[in-house]
């Protein structure tokens, strides 16, 4: 049975995590992705190195690109290596690719990759979020609440 669209699948070990993506853009729909990578990519990510700070995705040509995703050189791989920072192709569906092209060009949204994980099948993949931008005062009141959060559970914990 197929799963459903949308849904992110079951997490084995995450490789790389965009933690700034979620105080920075409001984040409206989210979905996995395959990515395309190369032989020494996947040995690099399976020894958890890699970084998505920086990252970023775009649609061209009918195609999403990852961009800007930093996977470090694998020693081991000899004069067989790749290309840090190099675009790499993420694998999505035709209808998939269409609404997220339509909400970056109509809405102004922005597409934005939270994570890098092995799923339970051993295959890479890239959560990918559609989001917008947060303005300076939206950033404030998050922050003012994850603070009163933080502080109810400590006046939970204490009260016992």
Known sequence: MARPKGNV????KTVAEN???????FIEHVVEAGIALAGSEVKALRTGQGSIAEAYAEVKDGQVWLVNC???VFANANHFNHEPKRPRRLLLHEREIGKMGGAVQRQGMTLIPLSIYFNDRGRAKV?????KGKQLHDKRETMK???WKRDQARIMRDRG
Do not use: H, Q, S, T
């Open 127 to 131: 959560e990918l979020a559609l989001g």
């Open 145 to 147: 609440d994850r603070d």
């Open 9 to 12: 699948g079951i997490k084995v």
């Open 70 to 72: 930093n996977i470090p």
């Open 19 to 25: 933690r700034r993506a979620r105080f920075e853009y």
